[in-house]
């Protein structure tokens, strides 16, 4: 079962501006973590934030996490078209790290 | 480092045949996860292992799966009789201590 929801589902922007992905999710967690899938290829680790953390930064990425309304927010600063694919959210939870996916948001970024 | 490893990248084969997909972590990894992705089920955590012995199962779809870590560089999942459905990529990645999963490139499986 999934679970983090990303909304939106799909996002298309011009090359330049700002994308926000969002996440919620419905149990508590030990960390959150984002990934980033190209088409046809496997998933790439961008960023991990922990449950006692509110915001986290990498380069053009800006991740906050609000475990009160259990959701968490992935910002894509000055986007490029490189940046075309897939995003998920991913949980954590419990005693060993297993990652629950949720179902992505697909970005498209247009030069 | 080459990353984790899967073989093949790319897999058909008919209704009813076995199909066994390999994956190689990442040396020093101790963490071991297989998934699957279709449109319909989004990415699906199938099983894992933790020092090669396999802590959740329950994403095994059903007995025609099964899964075995042999050793802490290999593991294999086995698909005995394929079916239609069992159509999708899937994937392994690996960790250690479990914070970051590195993904392999998939095998793209396709049952007639």
């Known amino acids: ?111 | 480092d080459a990353g984790v490893i899967q073989s093949p990248r790319h897999e058909v084969t008919e209704m009813g045949q076995e199909v066994t997909l390999r994956c190689k972590p990442i040396s020093g990894h101790n963490s071991l996860f297989w998934y699957r992705q279709t449109m319909m089920r989004g990415l699906e955590l199938l099983i894992y292992f933790n020092n090669n012995v396999p802590i959740d199962d329950s994403g095994m779809p059903e007995d025609r799966f099964s899964a075995k870590m042999p050793n802490a560089s290999f593991s294999t999942l086995k698909i005995q009789p394929s079916e239609p459905r069992d159509s999708a990529v899937y994937f392994c990645a690996s960790s250690l201590r479990g914070d970051t999963q590195y993904f392999g490139p998939g095998t793209r499986l396709t049952v007639l």
């Open chain 1, 1 to 111: 079962s999934q679970q983090g929801e990303e909304d939106p589902q799909a996002l298309s922007i011009q090359e330049g501006e700002n994308a926000t992905m969002n996440c919620s999710y419905k149990t508590s967690i030990n960390n959150l973590q984002w990934y980033r899938q190209n088409s046809g290829r496997g998933l790439v680790h961008l960023i991990l934030i922990r449950s006692n953390e509110r915001e986290k930064h990498s380069g053009r990425l800006r991740v906050t996490l609000d475990t009160s309304k259990k959701s968490s927010s992935l910002l894509i600063t000055a986007s490029r078209a490189a940046d075309t694919a897939s995003y998920f959210c991913a949980t954590v939870s419990g005693g060993y790290n297993k990652l629950i996916f949720g179902a992505g948001t697909r970005l498209a970024v247009h030069p």
